[in-house]
């Protein structure tokens, strides 16, 4: 089976409620942000994405805040299922035209 | 249909050999990645190729060597394996350099070296 990420941030809710998880990116100058999520034995998988001309994005029950001046993204998702369960990443392209991947958040919806 | 398929998704191998890894996209993207997951899930990239050269090479041994034969295969062969090499390798692809589009991952592929 696949390894346990053992200092991997954990955020455990409830099935039905909304989740929040947050990321501190580290470049200024990033201008493209993503989030992926990661299931087990599977690639990370595309959610959202947004630009740094923008503060909000929102998809189908996922909702990204971008704040540059304290350099915080959040993903909300919006009544959590249990299918939500997976690590969730985030990516900022900076001016070196690289992703580049957050330490991710495993989130746990309990039935 | 499979859009970034990787092959083996697992390789167990032992200290010393040399293993190749392939790749395919069928999305007609032109950059095309290697990342490397450790086993604390953090995703770090190793090459990036944009229309079959090399536009991005991070600090990566010499043993790993990515080869791109066209726009939508990118394969990894790697030299002299060892122990510090076991984890999991994603391929994935993009249009343009990632800048403005997302990449697409393929499903991994599982390495442990004994």
């Known amino acids: 089976g696949e390894s346990v990420g053992l200092h991997l941030p954990t955020l455990s809710v409830q099935e039905g409620d909304n989740s929040i998880i947050n990321c501190a990116y580290s470049?200024?100058?990033?201008?493209?942000f993503i989030w992926y999520k990661q299931e087990s034995g599977k690639g990370p998988q595309f959610i959202i994405d947004i630009r740094s001309n923008m503060d909000k994005r929102q998809g189908q029950r996922v909702t990204v805040l971008l704040n540059k001046t304290v350099k915080h993204l959040s993903l909300q998702i919006a009544a959590t299922q249990p299918g939500d369960s997976a690590v969730y990443f985030c990516a900022e392209n900076n001016a070196g035209n690289m992703l580049t991947f957050g330490g991710g958040t495993r989130l746990m919806v309990k039935p | 249909d499979t859009a970034v398929s990787q092959t083996p998704k697992y390789l167990v191998t032992q200290m010393g050999n040399d293993k190749s890894i392939k790749c395919e996209q069928n999305?007609?993207?032109?950059?095309m990645y290697w990342y490397k997951q450790d086993s604390k899930k953090f995703l770090k990239i190793m090459f990036s190729?944009?229309?079959?050269?090399?536009?991005i090479n991070e600090t990566v041994p010499n043993r790993f060597s990515p080869k791109s034969p066209d726009k939508a295969h990118l394969n990894l062969h790697i030299n002299s394996l060892e122990l510090g090499d076991s984890a999991v390798y994603f391929c994935?692809?993009?249009?343009?350099?990632?800048?403005?589009?997302?990449?697409?991952f393929g499903n991994g592929t599982r390495l442990t070296v004994t």
């Open positions: 470049n200024s100058a990033s201008d493209y």
């Open positions: 190729y944009n229309n079959k050269e090399l536009i």
């Open positions: 999305l007609g993207h032109d950059t």
């Open positions: 994935a692809s993009s249009y343009g350099t990632g800048q403005n589009s997302p990449l697409h």
